[in-house]
């Protein structure tokens, strides 16, 4: 096995789907009015600008997302060059594999009322699902390896990137005996648009309804994602333009019905509607689409490519861009290049669409986050008066290991208890103590070893601090090393 399973602490809940209907988009903070954010805004906007200027790029519309608040949106450039129609955060694009999430979402709403399980063979539910091995002792592709690129199937159904004629469901089945499957399952992380469609299938199979009625229903609707469709003509879509020629002019491209690829890659959205998405996977109240352990499963990595730089969940991938991990979905059509893009610990996402194929959405992604994302996670990060009794002093000092004794300082700082065992790194890494109250300590370190998260007491005796007790450990108290 090539890759190896990466958890992703995620603190997600969110009760299950009960009401049709969303909580309205709360404004708990004046995040859109904050200087910080007003200045990253102005920042990105010459920063985009200048990119599209130099690129020549037609259109972008963004969108920044903190918890429920849509906190900034902005369109640039035209929607339509010809008749000079402006870009807006309710223009619609092809938002391609994006759609991916919403088939991981299907699959994760029915093994929540226990029609299917991760782990079954997808052959359980589709017969005619007998692709190819790669070698004689494979074993059957299972639904959690569709969904999380480790099937090993091929990346797509046929020539339909070229010609624009995706496969019917039909012709999916009827050439699913003649797909050979490069790799065995499980044996590395490889993209494959052919395993989402086969999961836009197994739904419609488990279900009885179509997919774009079963998301629709289970999905865009109860989200409240208006301006949400699958392989629609809709007069709102963004005029599609293909890459820019050497002459500097583009090539307006047709619409696309993805057909039996739909799952894949089928959908169509704005930034009102995705920000509404992102707003899901942080909700800590009200309906959901997915209850809270269902979204743990969908965001937690299962597979990560040969750098481990990047790698997916279910249906969501997930990457590491300067230290920091992410998780969302770049999607790519004729004519529209998307990318969302969530910060799950600070509760900030992204979204960026475009229309046209060489506009690099990831990287506008990447300069949206590093500029108006982090003055948002700055903005409204809480900054509460520190819980100190200056008699916790007291706990400084060193402690010695039973295990094998090596020694753990405890250091105050300003106004906080930190732990530096002797040899164990660089000095800028903390180990926190953080007050609980009655005289009790939650470890908090950037890792996940040791005790982290759990309590952290001392004991005390005729006056002085004898035990440090971690977890289920403890440390006695010394004079020296």
């Known amino acids: 096995m090539l890759y190896r399973t990466i958890a992703l602490a995620l603190l997600l809940a969110a009760p299950t789907l009960a009401q049709p ?27 985009l600008e200048g990119q599209m200027a130099y690129r020549g790029l037609p259109g972008v519309a963004v969108g920044v997302v903190y918890d429920q608040q849509l906190v900034w949106t902005k369109g ?21 594999s994006n759609s991916k999430l919403f088939a991981a979402i299907a699959i994760l709403q029915l093994r929540e009322q226990g029609k299917l399980r991760l782990d079954d063979p997808v052959v359980k539910y589709l017969p005619w699902f007998t692709p190819k091995p790669a070698g004689p002792d ?17 990346r797509e159904a046929g020539d339909h990137w070229s010609s624009f004629n995706f496969p019917t469901e039909a012709e999916l089945i009827r050439l699913m005996p003649d797909r050979q499957s490069p790799f065995p399952p499980q044996t590395r992380w490889k993209y494959s648009n052919l395993a989402f469609a086969v999961a836009g299938l197994l739904v419609e199979k488990v279900t009885g309804q179509r997919w774009a009625d079963y998301v629709q229903a289970n999905i865009i609707t109860p989200l409240g994602m208006t301006g949400t469709s699958i392989d629609k003509p809709d007069p709102g879509l963004t005029t599609p333009y293909a890459s820019r020629k050497p002459d500097g002019t583009r090539r307006i491209l047709p619409f696309v019905d993805a057909h039996g690829m739909a799952a894949a890659t089928g959908l169509s959205s704005n930034v009102n509607d ?14 959901n689409v997915l209850k809270p352990g269902s979204w743990r499963e969908a965001l937690r990595v299962r597979s990560v490519d040969e750098t481990w730089e990047s790698g997916s969940g279910l ?17 790519g059509y004729p004519g529209n290049t998307t990318m969302t893009r969530v910060q799950l610990d600070d509760k900030v996402g992204v979204v960026v669409l475009t229309n046209t194929n060489d506009s690099n959405p990831g990287d506008i992604a990447n300069q949206l986050i590093a500029t108006v994302g ?13 819980l100190w009794d200056d008699a916790w002093a007291r706990f400084v000092g060193l402690y010695r290991s039973n295990y094998d004794d090596g020694i753990t300082q405890v250091v105050l700082l300003n106004k906080q208890l930190v732990l530096l065992p002797a040899g164990a790194g660089p000095a800028e890494t903390k180990v926190v103590l953080e007050p ?21 007491r001392f004991e005390e005796k005729d006056g002085k601090v004898t035990r440090m007790i971690l977890g289920d450990g403890y440390n006695e108290r010394v004079d020296a090393y």
Do not use: C
């Not at 494979?138 to 091929?154: A, C, M, R, V």
């Open 374 to 386: 982090d003055a948002v996670a700055k903005a409204a990060k809480p900054k509460p008066t520190p």
């Open 138 to 154: 494979d074993g059957p592709i299972t639904i959690e390896q569709l969904l999380s690129h480790s099937s090993g199937l091929q």
């Open 436 to 456: 609980l109250g009655g005289g009790r300590f939650k470890l908090m370190a950037p890792t996940g070893g040791g005790p982290v998260g759990e309590v952290v």
């Open 21 to 47: 209907t969303p909580p309205a988009m709360i404004t708990p903070l004046a995040l859109p009015d904050n200087p910080d954010v007003k200045a990253a805004e102005r920042l990105f906007s010459a920063w």
């Open 274 to 287: 995705l920000a509404k998405f992102i707003s899901a996977q942080f909700r800590t109240s009200g309906p």
């Open 315 to 331: 249906g969501f991938d997930v990457a590491r861009v300067k230290g920091r991990t992410y998780v969302g979905h770049g999607g």
């Open 76 to 96: 640039f450039g035209f929607a339509d060059i010809a008749s000079k129609k402006p870009m807006t955060a309710d223009t619609r694009f092809r938002i391609a």
